[in-house]
Every structure is written in C-alpha cells, then in structure tokens.
C-alpha cells in the first residue's frame, strides 16, 4: 500500500516480549520478531514449542499476557481492525470453504474486505490464474486436492493485499510436488514486497525460503540468523555414529565428547549420537582409537557437514519431529 | 483501502458506530449469501427443510386429529405447527454454525477486519430465509387438509411477522447452543434436545387444562403458547370449546407478549452467544 511507503524503514511486523500461559504451561517467555518488507522470517520449531501461539497471537486472534504485536504499525489488540486491514492469514489447516467453488471462496472474502462485486470477481480471477487454479475454479473446494487447497487458502490470504502475510506450517501434510509448488507460490509472493512470517517444522523449508530464521523452543527464541549462520554456529561439521548394542551408546557418546565440541547429542532409541566439531576427517581416527579402547560395535560412522537438522538438534538437544508426521520431500 | 481503516479505529464517536453498524449488516448480509448456497448445496439439507413441515402437519392432523376434534381440530392445530417449525428452524442454526466452528473456515473470518456479530447475524439471517420458506410449505399443507385463513389479509401479514420475529429470535437461542456445543455431534444430540418441551409444554397442539400445575404455568407463560395463540387469533382461527385456553395476561395479550418475549429472548441471547463466540476464537 503506497501509503505506507512513507515510512520505509519501519518493520512490516514486529512483536516484542510475547509470553502466554495457559494454566500452568508457560507457552511463550518473551518472544521477539520482527519481519521486514519483502522477506521471509521462519519460526522454526518442534511441536509444542510456541509456533501457533506466535503466529495466534500476532495475527490478534489470541491475547497475550505480556508483550505486543504490531502488523503495518498497527498494534494488533488496541488498533485490531487496521491491522487485520494489513494482514493475510493461511492457517494449519486451509480454511476454504468446501460447500463454495474456488472462485466463490475468494469473492466471499473480497466481498468481506469491502469490495464491490466487481471489484471482488475480478481479484478472485486475478489470483486463481496466479495460483494455476483457473481451471478448477467452478469446482467445489470440497472437491480439490491437498495442495489445491492450500493454493486456495493461501490465495484467500492474498486478496486484499496484504502486507503481512502470515503462513502457519504451509507445507505440512503435502506431498513432495504440491510442496514445491507452495514454495515457488511464496517465494514469488516477495517480488510484491510482502512480508512473510512462516513457521514449519521442515528445516529444508526455512533453508530454502527464510532470509531470516529464528527458532524457538518451550517459548523461547533460542537462535535467530540466516540459515548460513546457523549453520555456522554448530562449528561447521557433525559427527555422528550409530552402535549396534544399546549398552555401548554411553561409551560411545563419552568418546564424542571427548574428541567432539561441547555435549553430544544422544537418542537411545535408535541407538544414534552425534557432536559438532569443527577438525577434519582425522577427528575419525581419532574417536576410533577411543572406542577401540572399550569394545562398542558401531553400524555406521560419518562426518558431514552441518544441516539446519544438526543445528536444530545442537540448539535444542531434540528433533524437529520431522521423521514423526512424514519426510520432508 | 488502509487509510479508511486507519481513521475507522476504535473510536466510538457516533459517526463511527454507524459506520461499523452499517458494515457489520452488509458483512451479515453477504453471508447470508453463502449461507443460501450451502442450504442449496448439502445434501439433504432442503429435503429436511421441506419434509419436517410436511411431516409435522400430516402427523398432528391425522394421528392426533381424528381425537381431538378432527376439522375443527386441524382449523385450530395450524397456528400451533407454525410456531413450532419456528423453534425447529433453530436447529439449522445450531448445526450450521457448530459445522462453521469445527472446520477452520471461521479463523479465516476472525482474520478479517469484521465483526464477529456479522458471522453469527449471516447465520441467522439465511436461517430466517429458511423459516421463511417452511412457512410457505407449512400453509400449503395446511390448506390441503382442510385450514384457510379466516380473518382480513392484514391481520395475516401481522401474523407472519410475528412468527418470523420469533424465529429469529429462536435462532440466536440455537446460535447460542451452536457455541456452546462446539462441535456437530454434539450440537446434533444434545442441542436439540430443549425443541421438544419447548415446544409440546405448550397451548400449540392441546390445551394446558389436563398438565399438572407446574406445566400448566410453563405452558401459560411459554411464548410458544402466545406465538401459536396470537397466529390463531391474527388468521381468524376459532380454538374449539373442548381446548380451552388459560386466562393469563400472556395469553389475553398473546401478541403483544410474543413480540415482548422474542426481543427478550433476542436481548439475552445476542450477547451471550457474541461473548461465547469471542472466548472460543481467542482461544
């Protein structure tokens, strides 16, 4: 909105010092963001972390107990109606409505905005050519494929553009073409100058889009850089090994330490640990002659160069739960 | 589009009141429009609209007809069957607006810049349409066995409008179940439930003279009993000698308390539901 160009410098979104709690579960503990104009902020996190709630909470759909949000300047509880003026949301789960057509959903919520009729079918046209729904767009949403439906939803977010634009695990329960498409979908939402907060689960989705990641765990940020700068943070490489008998993961993760940096990280389950280091392929033979020392059997062995999976575990000492609902691609 | 929001913002001065009012109706109003498409487009929600009627005078008429009075029962019964679809027609709202919350469609409509009223005003609104259309089959099968409207075509207007105040007044009853109940299987068992005495502890098919005291009270009292009592008076509908009626105020001023009861019922309802409704989308 050219009227707001006036003041270029200012974030598209910003939220300081959010908490909530809900009974005795402190949710959030002073969450801070800040999204700029034609970027993407990812909030990265394992289920339960406080990603919703943010995302709830900065959207003005939820208060929180301390802290506040604002979307285009507008704080999201004293000034609701002008910052939900700036905002686009496409939640967890696409909020079309099945019982409408495609083109039906998007004039409903162009008509919702204020748009005339005309004004309205016209945005609608607009965006269901945009988003490669033009042909379904006479066919009940009820009727459309996973990823057609979040194209809808996302596309319901878009229609009186926004300047925010929020995106609540975007991609989750896609399959690997419908979340390429969503991809290339939110990354030509930036050539617009869109701010885009998005929160996910899939580490490879914050790499690929996010300019700027922060991740949050039990209501805290515990980390906030670009992708490259995260990945610089855990030292470069991983080492990580599999034994075969559970007995030796101790042993195993105790030779980790004392060749890798800082604590290693441990999963008995599947009998797997791994350190950050920041040597070379010697550190190998090096943890080898530890091991040798005290008979643990090993399955496999690798030295890799740091993933956002090795950060997300380094910072906080579990998984995204990404293997729990399906590979990311 | 931003400008006009920004100087919108939460200022109460009257101008700006007005302003909201008049958006929160065309907001309602557009709903109404999608919610017409749904009664189109669910399966068997039309049928139900149309059979219930159908179904409610043809058992009245003739199962319970034929002992109390035949004819003159089914000239006497109608007025009842009208005010009763009205109740009934709350159940629409019940459902819908449950279906509404269970599925994600009403996040999305918090996120706009609009007043939840507008959802909960759109609902009822097409559930008026709706109860608008049953009366129309409800009088047709009335004809058909027999009922016609025996005073002057005004009084029968004023009939009309009593009946559809007081379905919409049920209908923010039903919308307040709706919000309560949360989900569909819920609003679909329990949130039906209160239709029934509702609508039988009542003057609307049989008179309250046989009930034991405390229904007879109910029954003198529940705006149910005026509704159906003020239709029959306001269409000329003669209440034969062997239902009498009880003298209460209510029912010797059965339109003036009908409408009474229904802004009450409007008065208490409205916010209730607005409140619940609010609490549940800011979680």
């Known amino acids: ?329 | 589009m931003s400008t006009r929001t920004e100087t919108r913002t939460d200022v109460t001065s009257e101008a700006t009141l007005l302003a909201a009012g008049a958006e929160t109706l065309r907001n309602g109003f557009v709903l109404t429009g999608r919610n017409m498409r749904h009664v189109a487009r669910i399966p068997g929600r039309i049928t139900t609209g149309l059979v219930q009627p159908v179904m409610f005078v043809v058992l009245f008429a003739f199962v319970f007809g034929g002992s109390l009075g035949g004819e003159d029962y089914r000239r006497f019964l109608m007025a009842g069957i009208f005010a009763q679809s009205m109740v009934f027609n709350a159940s629409f709202t019940t459902v819908g607006l449950a279906n509404d919350l269970q599925k994600g469609i009403v996040e999305r409509f918090r996120s706009l810049p609009m007043s939840p009223l507008a959802v909960i005003l759109g609902r009822t609104t097409s559930d008026m349409v709706v109860g608008v259309a049953t009366l129309v089959v409800t009088a047709l099968c009335g004809l058909a066995v027999g009922w016609r409207v025996e005073g002057s075509a005004a009084d029968a207007a004023l009939a009309f409008l009593v009946l559809v105040l007081f379905g919409f007044a049920m209908s923010w009853v039903g919308a307040t179940v709706g919000v309560f109940a949360r989900t569909v299987e819920v609003a679909q068992s329990a949130g039906l439930i209160w239709l029934f005495p509702l609508s039988l502890i009542s003057t609307a098919f049989v008179s309250a003279e046989n009930m034991p005291t405390p229904l007879r009270e109910f029954a003198a009292w529940n705006p149910v009993s005026a509704v159906a009592t003020s239709v029959r008076d306001l269409l000329g509908n003669p209440t034969p000698a062997t239902l009498p009626q009880p003298d209460t105020w209510s029912l010797q001023h059965p339109t003036l308390y009908a409408v009474l009861s229904s802004l009450a019922v409007l008065a208490v309802f409205m916010p209730l539901v607005l409140a619940r409704y609010k609490r549940l989308t800011r979680g």
């Open chain 1, 1 to 329: 909105m050219p009227e707001h160009r006036a003041a270029p410098l200012r974030p598209a979104l910003r939220a300081t010092g959010l908490r909530k709690r809900f009974g005795d579960h402190q949710v959030l503990d002073g969450v801070d963001l800040e999204v700029a104009p034609g970027s993407v902020h990812a909030l990265l996190g394992p289920n339960g972390a406080g990603k919703t709630t943010t995302v709830r909470i900065v959207c003005g759909l939820l208060r929180a107990d301390e802290g506040r949000a604002e979307i285009a300047g507008h704080d999201v509880v004293a000034h609701s109606r002008a910052a939900r003026g700036a905002l686009g949301l496409s939640g967890q789960y696409a909020a079309v409505d099945e019982h409408l057509t495609g083109f039906e959903n998007l004039h409903l919520l162009g008509r919702l905005y204020g748009m005339s009729r005309r004004r309205a079918a016209e945005r609608a046209e607009e965006l269901l050519d945009r988003f490669r729904l033009d042909d379904v767009a006479g066919r009940r949403a009820g009727l459309y494929s996973g990823g057609m439906r979040r194209r809808l939803d996302l596309a319901g977010a878009l229609v009186a553009r926004p300047q925010v634009v929020v995106l609540d695990e975007p991609t989750t329960g896609l399959d690997p073409r419908s979340r390429l498409d969503m991809w290339a979908v939110i990354e030509d939402l930036l050539l617009d100058g869109v701010a885009v907060l998005l929160t996910t689960q899939y580490l490879e989705e914050a790499d690929r889009l996010a300019d700027l990641i922060t991740v949050i765990d039990r209501g805290v940020v515990i980390a906030r850089g670009s992708a490259e700068e995260l990945k610089e943070r855990v030292q470069g490489a991983t080492l990580a090994l599999q034994v075969r008998d559970g007995a030796g993961l101790a042993h195993a993760a105790r030779a980790l330490g004392a060749v890798g940096l800082g604590e290693p990280w441990v999963d008995h389950r599947t009998g797997r640990a791994s350190i950050a280091t920041d040597r070379g392929p010697e550190v190998m033979a090096e943890l080898l002659a530890h091991l040798a020392r005290v008979e643990v059997e090993l399955v496999d062995l690798g030295l890799h160069r740091s993933s956002l999976d090795d950060v997300f575990l380094a910072l906080t000492g579990h998984g995204a739960e990404t293997t729990t609902d399906g590979d990311p691609v």
